[in-house]
């Protein structure tokens, strides 16, 4: 499954990627949000070679060309393991005479990681992550029309049920326009799990989180219970039951529906990069080896120990 998010990723059209947003809009988010995101964001291509070297303390740095890539708040561009190293040169060596920002999900999330352009401690995130549980996507049921009601029931509640029994909470769900009133046991539980993610991989969850409107379907997706596409159309229900009675835009919905997959498996991508665990990332390393599409042409090694300057 792990390879699958990896392949949907590397293949799925890309356009916008937003930075992570927080319940509260801030002066300070907007300007990170243009400074780190933007729908029109391209430039023309300065670099021939992409490489990757090993910096001070093991950390691997990106090199184009032999200019070392920094982040938009200046600071070198640094990335803690090879997996992740490999996926960010991938995304810089795929681009052709203008490079278009808005597809680099990836760099995205490693400059996030690395600028923090919010200055949020790890608390903080998920604190912010926690409120999206209050209006989780599948916690809201309609009343009607029936057949989404039932649509509702049959694709939500087996997603509800195993979340529940996972981690072994309540949580419910609600046709009232407050939502259902979450056990403040198993807002605890989350608490803990999330803690329990390093600072990139939360970066990388709350990204998911804000995608999905949802933080169950995201530890499904996360814990591999579902799928990318299961998660979006999951996350889309209502959605697409509208455009299923009245129809819809199709180019417009397509491309919105490819949007939302393409950044879904990039922060879910990034979760398990940044993961503690060896034998993930030497799993995905093994999939990036595998023959993919867009697996970058590094002319110069893949890995060397000297600074180029």
Request: net charge neutral; with cysteine; proline share 5%.
């Given at each position: 499954?792990?390879?699958?998010?990896?392949?949907?990723?590397?293949?799925?059209?890309?356009?916008?990627?937003?930075?992570?947003?927080?319940?509260?809009?801030?002066?300070?988010?907007?300007?990170?949000?243009?400074?780190?995101?933007?729908?029109?964001?391209?430039?023309?291509?300065?670099?021939?070679?992409?490489?990757?070297?090993?910096?001070?303390?093991?950390?691997?740095?990106?090199?184009?060309?032999?200019?070392?890539?920094?982040?938009?708040?200046?600071?070198?561009?640094?990335?803690?393991?090879?997996?992740?190293?490999?996926?960010?040169?991938?995304?810089?060596?795929?681009?052709?005479?203008?490079?278009?920002?808005?597809?680099?999900?990836?760099?995205?999330?490693?400059?996030?990681?690395?600028?923090?352009?919010?200055?949020?401690?790890?608390?903080?995130?998920?604190?912010?992550?926690?409120?999206?549980?209050?209006?989780?996507?599948?916690?809201?049921?309609?009343?009607?029309?029936?057949?989404?009601?039932q649509l509702q029931k049959n694709e939500w509640d087996p997603v509800m049920d195993w979340i529940e029994k996972r981690y072994?909470?309540?949580?419910?769900?609600?046709?009232?326009?407050?939502?259902?009133?979450?056990?403040?046991?198993?807002?605890?539980?989350?608490?803990?799990?999330?803690?329990?993610?390093?600072?990139?991989?939360?970066?990388?969850?709350?990204?998911?989180?804000?995608?999905?409107?949802?933080?169950?379907?995201?530890?499904?997706?996360?814990?591999?219970?579902?799928?990318?596409?299961?998660?979006?159309?999951?996350?889309?229900?209502?959605?697409?039951?509208?455009?299923?009675?009245?129809?819809?835009?199709?180019?417009?919905?397509?491309?919105?529906l490819q949007e939302l997959r393409s950044r879904t498996a990039a922060g879910t991508l990034f979760v398990h990069l940044s993961?503690?665990?060896?034998?993930?990332?030497?799993?995905?390393?093994?999939?990036?080896?595998?023959?993919?599409?867009?697996?970058?042409?590094?002319?110069?090694?893949?890995?060397?120990?000297?600074?180029?300057?």
């Amino acid at each position: 499954m792990l390879r699958n998010v990896l392949r949907l990723y590397n293949s799925l059209p890309v356009g916008c990627c937003p930075l992570i947003t927080i319940q509260t809009q801030t002066r300070q988010l907007l300007e990170c949000r243009r400074t780190y995101s933007s729908a029109t964001s391209e430039r023309k291509k300065f670099y021939q070679d992409v490489s990757i070297s090993q910096g001070e303390g093991g950390v691997l740095e990106i090199n184009l060309d032999r200019r070392k890539l920094k982040t938009p708040g200046g600071k070198l561009f640094t990335v803690p393991n090879e997996a992740l190293a490999v996926t960010v040169a991938t995304e810089w060596d795929v681009q052709r005479d203008t490079l278009k920002f808005y597809t680099m999900h990836m760099t995205t999330l490693c400059n996030t990681a690395l600028d923090n352009p919010t200055q949020r401690n790890k608390d903080q995130m998920i604190a912010a992550s926690l409120k999206y549980l209050e209006t989780d996507t599948i916690c809201y049921r309609v009343e009607e029309p029936p057949g989404l009601v039932q649509l509702q029931k049959n694709e939500w509640d087996p997603v509800m049920d195993w979340i529940e029994k996972r981690y072994n909470v309540v949580i419910g769900s609600s046709s009232n326009i407050m939502g259902p009133t979450i056990p403040e046991e198993t807002k605890d539980t989350f608490r803990q799990h999330l803690a329990s993610y390093n600072f990139w991989a939360l970066t990388g969850l709350e990204y998911v989180i804000t995608q999905l409107k949802s933080v169950i379907l995201s530890f499904g997706l996360i814990d591999q219970h579902l799928t990318v596409e299961k998660a979006v159309q999951l996350s889309r229900l209502e959605e697409e039951f509208q455009i299923h009675q009245w129809g819809n835009v199709e180019w417009a919905h397509e491309y919105d529906l490819q949007e939302l997959r393409s950044r879904t498996a990039a922060g879910t991508l990034f979760v398990h990069l940044s993961s503690e665990s060896a034998t993930m990332k030497r799993k995905f390393l093994q999939d990036l080896e595998f023959p993919l599409p867009r697996k970058p042409t590094i002319k110069t090694p893949l890995l060397s120990k000297h600074s180029h300057h």
